[in-house]
């Protein structure tokens, strides 16, 4: 799994590590199925707003293969 954009850039948070995470998962049935709902989460990721749910399911996603479970570079909140 990529660096986490925060790291790249710190003025992100880890929310929108998360948003991002999901986005770009390697399996498409992680990703999101929307454009609409992708756009929700970034804005509510900006805000400080974002649902654990969303939250979970990025901590969740399987890492390629290799790479160990817990070797997760997104920050939980």
């Known amino acids: 799994m990529p660096a986490p954009p925060s790291r790249l850039a710190p003025q992100l948070n880890a929310d929108m590590d998360a948003v991002i995470a999901l986005a770009m998962a390697k399996r498409h049935e992680e990703r999101y199925a929307r454009a609409s709902i992708f756009?929700?989460?970034?804005?509510?990721?900006?805000?400080?707003?974002?649902?654990?749910?969303?939250?979970?399911?990025?901590?969740?996603?399987?890492?390629?293969?290799?790479?160990?479970?817990?070797?997760?570079?997104?920050?939980?909140s």
């Open 39 to 76: 756009v929700r989460d970034l804005r509510a990721a900006f805000e400080g707003t974002l649902s654990p749910d969303v939250r979970s399911r990025a901590t969740s996603i399987a890492p390629p293969s290799g790479t160990p479970a817990g070797d997760a570079t997104l920050a939980s």
